[in-house]
């Protein structure tokens, strides 16, 4: 009997079946679906990071909405009356948590208000002096920022009935005219003109604040008086105004500044925001306002 020949081991080539291509199919696709999620999750990630800024048009709503509450108050000239009371809808309907309650009046007497004591959030002057009363006492947080510019202009009552052209004409007898005090930005405003035309006007009064001026011209006490040409739109039919080139002799730029003593600090940030965002700033210039 003879012995079996010795067996030669033989390598096995590797069969490729169909379940093992349908399984290397599966891991690529998988690999695959991994990658554009990755690549999604960092997008996304990215946008949401991005969607946190302010984007120029929500000022501070999106980066503040959830700690914004509470009452902002805010010390403000006259003449921002319209314009500020519509940004306040915006800001509450923004903010329902937060309530803006306003002060209204001279810019002097509110900054005097303030130096005293008086608790405010913001304060918004009509003049960079008036505001310098409150920066010098150290009462403003940072720098104020300038937002907005206003121009004088002549009111009269509806259909001109005095016939008044211009601003010399305020000069001549038989004309009742009101004019702001002289500590007021209007009313400091007014008197610069007068001094470059090197004309003399003696009033039939002095207001304190530009609303005051505007209401003796409503009432039919004066025949004219020197106010803002927001101040003349914002009254509508009820005066007419006069323009005067000498006006771009004494236009006022508008600080507004958080206040350091603040009690709401947040909210009177958040207020200045939309003040000076592209929002803030079509609400003022539809109001008659220069830009800044």
């Given at each position: 009997m003879s012995a079996a020949p010795p067996h030669t081991p033989t390598r096995e080539k590797p069969v490729t079946t169909r379940s093992?291509?349908?399984?290397?199919?599966?891991?690529?696709?998988?690999?695959?679906?991994?990658v554009a999620v990755l690549a999604l999750g960092g997008c996304s990630s990215g946008d949401?990071?991005?969607?946190k800024k302010p984007d120029g048009e929500s000022g501070s709503a999106?980066?503040?909405?959830?700690?914004?509450?509470?009452?902002v108050t805010v010390f403000a000239a006259a003449s921002l009356k319209e314009g500020f009371t519509e940004l306040k809808k915006t800001f509450e309907r923004e903010h329902p948590?937060?309530?803006v309650t306003f002060n209204f009046g001279g810019s002097d007497g509110l900054a005097a208000g303030i130096t005293s004591g008086a608790p405010a959030d913001v304060f918004a002057a009509a003049s960079p002096k008036t505001m310098k009363t409150v920066t010098d006492a150290g009462d403003a947080q940072g720098t104020p920022a300038v937002f907005a510019r206003n121009q004088?202009?002549?009111?009269?009552?509806?259909?001109?009935?005095k016939k008044i052209t211009d601003f010399e004409d305020l000069a001549r007898?038989?004309?009742?005219?009101?004019?702001?005090?002289?500590e007021v930005p209007c009313g400091a405003?007014?008197?610069?003109?007068?001094?470059?035309e090197h004309l003399k006007l003696t009033p039939a009064s002095y207001e304190q604040d530009v609303k005051g001026a505007l209401t003796k011209v409503e009432l039919k006490e004066v025949d004219a008086s020197v106010v803002y040409k927001t101040d003349v739109k914002a009254a509508g039919g009820k005066v007419e105004g006069v323009e005067f080139p000498e006006s771009k002799k004494a236009i006022n730029d508008y600080p507004i500044a958080r206040l350091?003593?603040?009690p709401n600090a947040e909210g009177a940030a958040a207020f200045i925001d939309l003040v000076t965002s592209p929002r803030g700033q079509k609400v003022l210039t539809e109001a008659g306002f220069l830009k800044p």
């Open positions: 093992a291509i349908r399984r290397s199919r599966t891991l690529r696709v998988a690999g695959g679906l991994t949401s990071d991005a969607s999106s980066k503040g909405a959830k700690k914004v509450s509470g009452t948590g937060a309530t004088l202009e002549i009111a009269t009552l509806p259909g001109n009935p007898g038989g004309l009742k005219v009101a004019l702001c005090a002289k405003a007014a008197r610069k003109v007068l001094d470059a350091k003593k603040a």
